[in-house]
């Protein structure tokens, strides 16, 4: 029997809703064993020194291999937008369209409001901006970008009196960026203006980060860069299970049932089944796992699971 492990990361289970489970997955995932570990997906899956996430720095490191000791955190342009609920962060990262050129004229802005709190903020890539922080400046919790798209922004701002700061700054700067000609002319050009910063992912480098993979594929600029820095080869996702070896995959992303069946369950647990794999672990957001074995085909007696939401024997939500 082969071994290894197959990681399938993937949403909370509510963002399915009503959709249900092909009969082999429904099988599986009812007979395997079921645990709810605390912490917040992929953090949860690294060994990382200090108990830190510091996606700034793993991403600072890669983009322009200057992270060294300094203190680093994401400054990422963003599109916001007011509705009747409140302002909804609506576009970040390559949807944006930013030239390296209009990311400049944007930071050159910005500048003197970082500098006269003892920052410095750059771009090695236009649609990554940094900012270097003194030595011991305290961080609040900041929550991911991607966890924000779509959100309310106030929602997800830092908190706290150490996020005091942040907020404030934030609103400087959306004032920068609002009054900024450039947001002109990509209203005109039919662009998204960049009306907004998200600070997240704040921290230095660890000495030491882990993961148990061989190999990580994900769409997700900050897991692979935190990958690599464990040392792991990260690759694009591919369409569908690359069929062979032991991998974490980064499937956060999904909400459509069906290609997930077809293009990433059926091979994997075929693999299990077939001995190709040792084992497959199920990771969802809302923090749920599944740790499936081929000897859990013998658990006969679990009724199948054809709902998320209905949840798995044994859960509070309750069995099928």
Same mark, same amino acid.
Do not use: C, K
């Given at each position: ?56 720095? %793993? ?17 990422? #342009? ?21 030239? #390296?050129?209009? %990311? ?7 500048? =003197? ?27 609040? =919790? ?84 935190? %990958? ?13 299970? #690359? ?69 798995? #024997? ?7």
């Amino acid at each position: 029997m082969a071994g290894g492990t197959i990681t399938l990361l993937l949403p909370a289970r509510s963002r399915f809703g009503g959709q249900r489970l092909g009969a082999s997955s429904s099988r599986w995932f009812a007979r395997g064993d079921r645990r709810q570990p605390e912490g917040a997906l992929p953090r949860r899956l690294f060994e990382v020194e200090g108990g830190a996430w510091p996606v700034a720095a %793993a991403t600072r490191q890669r983009d322009a291999g200057d992270a060294g000791s300094h203190v680093w955190l994401r400054a990422d #342009p963003v599109h916001v937008r007011p509705d009747i609920n409140g302002v909804r962060l609506l576009s970040h990262g390559d949807a944006l369209l930013l030239e #390296p050129a209009e %990311a400049g004229e944007f930071l050159d802005a910005l500048r =003197p409001l970082f500098s006269d709190g003892g920052m410095e903020i750059d771009a090695p890539v236009p649609t990554r901006w940094y900012v270097r922080l003194p030595a011991g400046t305290p961080l609040p =919790p900041m929550a991911p970008v991607e966890d924000a798209l779509g959100e309310d922004l106030f929602d997800n701002l830092p908190a706290g009196p150490e996020g005091r700061r942040w907020r404030a700054l934030l609103t400087e700067a959306q004032v920068v960026l609002h009054n900024h000609p450039h947001n002109t002319a990509r209203a005109a050009a039919g662009l998204a203006p960049v009306n907004s910063l998200w600070f997240w992912g704040g921290g230095s480098l660890p000495e030491r980060a882990s993961l148990d993979a061989a190999r990580v594929l994900s769409d997700d600029d900050g897991l692979r860069a935190m %990958a690599s820095l464990a040392g792991v080869a990260a690759e694009p996702l591919p369409e569908a299970w #690359p069929g062979s070896g032991s991998a974490l995959a980064d499937l956060r992303h999904a909400r459509d049932l069906a290609p997930l069946e077809r293009d990433w369950f059926a091979p994997v647990l075929s693999a299990l089944e077939h001995g190709h794999v040792g084992r497959v672990r199920v990771a969802f957001a809302d923090g749920l796992e599944l740790d499936l074995r081929r000897r859990h085909a013998l658990r006969l007696w679990r009724r199948p699971m054809h709902s998320f939401i209905a949840g798995l #024997p044994g859960d509070p939500e309750g069995t099928e």
